[in-house]
Nanobody
Framework: QVQLVESGGGLVQPGGSLRLSCVAS????????MGWYRQAPGKQRELVAS???????NYADSVKGRFTISRDNAKNTVYLQMTNLKPEDTAVYYC?????????????WGQGTQVTVSS
């Protein structure tokens, strides 16, 4: 089992920055992909950014050039650096980890952290 704990959310003004962190613990072997999703009020959960073990990254078009996902394997942590935040970025942000390992395969989620962008 994998546990994911997010932190770093909060209230920020438009144009501001936040860095979200997600620490993975438990049975964390062979995690293939980690990512950040978000869910805004009235919207479906959407992928924001993902990163594979080899550090290849993928971003939603809406955040390209503003958000950066990274991981520190030694700390079992994935980050989402968010800059030039917009009110449209307001959402609960969730950390996600996927493992492809036969019977040990799994899809894991954190509890989420609220990001509110407002003046």
């Amino acid at each position: 089992q994998v546990q994911l704990v997010e932190s770093g959310g909060g209230l920020v003004q438009p144009g501001g920055s936040l860095r979200l962190s997600c620490v993975a613990s438990g049975s964390i072997f062979s995690i293939n992909v980690m990512g950040w999703y978000r869910q805004a009020p009235g919207k479906q959960r959407e992928l924001v950014a993902s990163i594979i073990r080899g550090s290849s990254t993928n971003y939603a078009d809406s955040v390209k050039g503003r958000f950066t996902i990274s991981r520190d394997n030694a700390k079992n942590t994935v980050y989402l650096q968010m800059t030039n935040l917009k009110p449209e970025d307001t959402a609960v942000y969730y950390c996600n980890a996927v493992r492809f390992a036969g019977f040990a395969s799994g899809d894991y989620w954190g509890q989420g952290t609220q990001v509110t962008v407002s003046s």
